[in-house]
């Protein structure tokens, strides 16, 4: 389809998860698991957060840039 000036563009990987949105020169990353579960996110300002899981795929805790934010227990 036709892009716009100022949409965003994204990337998929192979299991159709978002690894990539850019717009305005600023780009967003995501990095999933094997199960599909979204581990990292790494924000334009290079910020990076991770998501703990547990092995029932369950999110258990969030941290920002190593240090750990939010725990979902």
């Known amino acids: 389809g036709a892009t ?3 949409s965003p563009r994204k990337s998929y990987n192979y299991n ?3 690894e990539s949105k850019a717009q305005g020169g600023q780009t967003t990353s995501y990095v999933y698991d ?3 579960n ?8 290079g910020t990076v957060i991770e998501y703990v899981v547990d ?4 999110r258990l805790a969030k941290k920002v840039n190593g240090v750990m934010t939010r725990r979902t227990r």
């Open 55 to 58: 092995g029932k795929n369950r």
């Open 34 to 36: 094997s199960f599909g």
């Open 4 to 6: 716009h000036p100022g």
């Open 16 to 18: 159709g998860d978002l």
């Open 38 to 45: 979204l581990n990292q996110v790494t924000l334009p300002t």
